[in-house]
């Protein structure tokens, strides 16, 4: 079958995949538009799902809709295409992010299809999950997948020494203080939380109550609550890793173009850490301060800028979250 037969439940069904990806709050900060002429795939960002006050720089959102692309391009090689990708490909507009053109497998040049395409049956799998995990040891076999699965992406992942999970940890912990005490980060990070039976079942976007996870009776794992100080009904405690297994993941710059690569590569990581039967959460918010990001790395790293830390191990995995329309996120021309 030729490209230019893809037909609009092809289309459809390809967009529903990319927008399995995480987000910021789950924002979903994406559109895409596909052209039938050209048979390309057009991502843009979507700025009114910006969060000014938590990501002015749209860092994060970079973050979010390259995670998006990666899943499209999973998808294609999936579905039997090669997506051809040009990363910000008009200068004079900065809202697309990226171009993805669909060609056949043998016209493709510089991808590696036949690596993506196993990727897909974690796409749907991969959540978030804030539960507590085990204390297992990951397999130094797998650390060394997900670092050269970053590597693919143009990212490079690291595992921090104790003494720099520590380090990680107090700012982390620095950084939720912070944010208890910053009116404007709390009522962005509220506008972005479904509570309540209603509001849960019928959110299309935000993190829904299900997915806060128990509230921290003790331990150490960075992850972030989203009831903040609000009671949830029902919501039960539990103790969490007193030393979390952490990633992190940084590129040798640090915009829009990097960002992209590293939102490629922070979910190439995910994927491949669901397939080898990791559960999985990320932690940004001590880079949501510049003045804690730059602490975030390690001095005697060549690593020049991290973009996302990873928590991962054995445990539950997270509940699904609500995601937004196809035809709210796609226009076809």
């Known amino acids: 079958m030729s490209v230019r037969e893809l037909d609009t439940t092809s289309v459809k069904a390809l967009v529903e995949d990319?927008?399995?990806?995480?987000?910021?709050?789950?924002?979903?900060?994406?559109?895409?538009?596909?052209?039938?002429?050209?048979?390309?795939?057009?991502?843009?960002?979507?700025l009114e799902r910006a969060m000014p006050h938590a990501d002015p720089t749209t860092r994060g959102l970079h973050l979010g809709c390259a995670a998006a692309l990666l899943n499209l391009r999973v998808a294609a090689t999936h579905a039997g295409w090669a997506p051809v990708t040009e990363l910000l490909p008009d200068p004079a507009n900065t809202r697309l992010l990226a171009v993805v053109r669909l060609t056949s497998p043998a016209l493709a040049v510089n991808e590696c299809a036949e690596d993506l395409a196993p990727l897909y049956p974690a796409v749907h799998r991969r959540h978030t999950s804030r539960q507590p995990f085990t204390d297992e040891a990951i397999p130094q076999a797998l650390k060394d997948a997900l670092c050269g699965a970053a590597l693919l992406e143009g990212g490079h992942l690291v595992f921090p020494s104790a003494w720099h999970v520590e380090t990680l940890l107090d700012l982390v912990h620095d950084a939720e203080g912070r944010d208890a005490m910053d009116s404007a980060a709390s009522e962005e990070l509220r506008q972005w939380t479904r509570t309540g039976t209603?509001?849960?079942?019928?959110?299309?976007?935000?993190?829904?109550?299900?997915?806060?996870?128990?509230?921290?009776?003790?331990?150490?794992?960075?992850?972030?609550?989203?009831?903040?100080?609000?009671?949830?009904?029902?919501?039960?405690?539990?103790?969490?890793?007193?030393?979390?297994?952490?990633?992190?993941?940084?590129?040798?710059?640090?915009?829009?173009?990097?960002?992209l690569r590293a939102g490629q590569a922070m979910e190439r990581v995910l994927l491949q850490a669901t397939l080898d039967g990791l559960s999985t959460s990320l932690t940004s918010q001590a880079l949501e301060w510049p003045e804690l990001r730059w602490a975030v790395r390690d001095p005697e790293s060549a690593m020049g800028f991290i973009q996302m830390v990873f928590r991962l191990g054995y445990g539950p995995a997270g509940p699904g979250t609500p995601r937004r329309p196809v035809h709210e996120v796609l226009d076809i021309e």
């Open 198 to 259: 209603g509001a849960a079942e019928a959110a299309s976007d935000g993190i829904p109550e299900n997915a806060f996870g128990p509230r921290e009776r003790s331990g150490r794992a960075p992850v972030r609550d989203f009831a903040g100080r609000r009671p949830v009904p029902g919501r039960a405690t539990a103790a969490f890793e007193n030393t979390p297994q952490l990633a992190i993941l940084g590129t040798a710059g640090d915009g829009p173009r990097d960002w």
């Open 18 to 46: 990319a927008a399995a990806a995480p987000s910021m709050h789950n924002a979903q900060p994406w559109r895409f538009r596909f052209r039938r002429a050209d048979s390309t795939f057009r991502l843009y960002a979507d």
